[in-house]
């Protein structure tokens, strides 16, 4: 037994001798507006980094506009940022290593609330209030309102990259001598970041201004034995594989008002098949000061059906009633989700009501697959019905969980996709 073990020696690791972050700031940018393309890189000259632990730091201010459109040095009275709003500031994020697109998420805010809804546990909430997170109402709180702002209408928000692309969530070893990218796109505009309660002057107009953004990445410094072993794993060109699983969203823009409906959402290649898929509806919400982008809308679903080349998920209907508390198999395939995809201990973030008012999300496990869906092109094909007929203004959401895997050489510089 180790207890016994008393003249054991005391080992100290070395290996890291300095681990440290570096900010890195926008190439060339002095505002960022509206549309406007965002790129912070990290040059090839610094050897070791470690993107997973890297975060976005994000200062700015929401300010009134004027008659004429011009922003005024109010702040909002009425005006507070969603959850999880620096996500939702951008329309697109992607990550390039060499110059070559690894990975990359559209709809960033909601594609990051969808899934961090199903991986967060309420002690990841916790810290990421730090992120500008803030779902379950307090006392007088609003819920999926965000607490970043003060009485000044300023926020500054520290969000892990790791909540934001699959990539960072994954791949937890540091990049070697290659030079990468970070690529933001803002959104084309802030209705969808900034809320106003139902309260608020109609004819208020707000603005979300961006005044500082930094890329805070760890760089490594290793120790000489480390050093000399990675320096002759490079001279001898050998390939570093990078496996992640990607997040990949796909949106029904305007459902029609029945009450069943076949989404033909895309045809995938045979390597890109999907591990989960995670299904959500949101009601005159996109677009509008007055519809928080970051809460979910019940639709009265019946059932919800995943088809993949044919073969269905899940094997039985749902049989879903929320108007009579029949959601129990819905929440039960929301609090396995951690165990099926992280292999730990699930802690779902919401209770089964939380998950029925601000929530509802259907999570579909495909994890395990006939063989024969992997010979060719998945078509991904969603059946769902309701009770009533679907409310006019309703979207609906898909993001695919599917895995990805790239090889790069730190010698030849060569980046080449594997999955």
């Known amino acids: 037994m180790d207890i016994l073990k008393v003249t054991d020696k005391i080992k100290t690791d070395h290996s890291i001798v300095s681990y440290e972050f570096h900010s890195h700031q926008p190439f060339g940018s002095t505002t960022f507006d509206n549309n406007d393309e965002i790129r912070i890189s990290i040059p090839e000259i ?22 004429d459109g011009s922003i005024t040095k109010d702040a909002s009275a009425t005006g507070q940022l969603v959850n999880n709003p620096v996500a939702f500031m951008f329309s697109d994020i992607r990550y390039l290593i060499n110059g070559v697109h690894v990975d990359g998420v559209r709809n960033v805010g909601i594609s990051s609330c969808m899934k961090g809804y199903f991986s967060s546990t309420q002690n990841e909430v916790v810290k990421l209030e730090n992120a500008g997170w803030h779902i379950k109402p307090w006392k ?9 702002l003060d009485k000044n209408g300023n926020f500054g928000l520290s969000v ?16 070697m001598n290659v030079r990468q990218e970070l690529v933001l796109i803002r959104g084309h505009d802030d209705t969808d970041v900034i ?5 608020a002057p109609n004819d208020e107009k707000l603005k979300l201004i961006i005044n500082k953004i930094i890329w805070r990445v760890p760089h490594v410094a290793v120790g000489l034995r480390e050093q000399l072993a990675l320096t002759k794993l490079s001279e001898r060109n050998v390939d570093i594989h990078v496996p992640f699983r990607s997040w990949e969203i796909h949106e029904y823009p305007q459902l029609p008002q029945t009450t069943k409906q076949s989404w033909a959402v895309k045809t995938a290649p045979q390597l890109e098949t999907p591990r989960f898929i995670i299904i959500g509806f949101q009601t005159n919400r996109k677009g509008i000061f007055k519809g928080n982008m970051a809460l979910f809308d019940n639709i009265n679903l019946t059932n919800v059906t995943v088809f993949l080349n044919g073969e269905r998920f899940p094997y039985d209907n749902l049989n879903v009633d929320f108007n009579n508390n029949h959601y129990a198999i819905l929440y039960d395939m929301y609090s396995r989700f951690q165990q099926a995809y992280y292999y730990q201990e699930s802690e779902p973030l919401f209770s089964p009501e939380e998950f029925k008012t601000y929530a509802p999300l259907i999570g579909i496990d495909c ?29 609906a959401d898909a993001l695919i969980l599917h895995d990805r895997a790239f090889v790069y050489s730190p010698l030849t510089k060569m980046v080449k996709q594997l999955i």
């Open 367 to 395: 994890t395990y697959q006939q063989e024969a869906i992997h010979k060719s092109g998945v078509e991904i094909k969603i059946e769902y019905s309701t009770k009533n007929p679907i409310p006019e203004g309703t979207t």
């Open 140 to 148: 007088d709180d609003i819920a999926g309102v965000s607490k970043a």
């Open 46 to 67: 610094d050897n070791y980094t470690l993107p997973s632990e890297s975060y976005l730091y994000v200062e700015g201010s929401v300010r009134k506009l004027a008659a």
């Open 195 to 199: 809320f106003q309660p139902a309260a």
């Open 160 to 175: 892990p990259l790791k909540t934001l692309l699959g990539f960072a969530e994954d791949f937890r070893k540091i990049m």
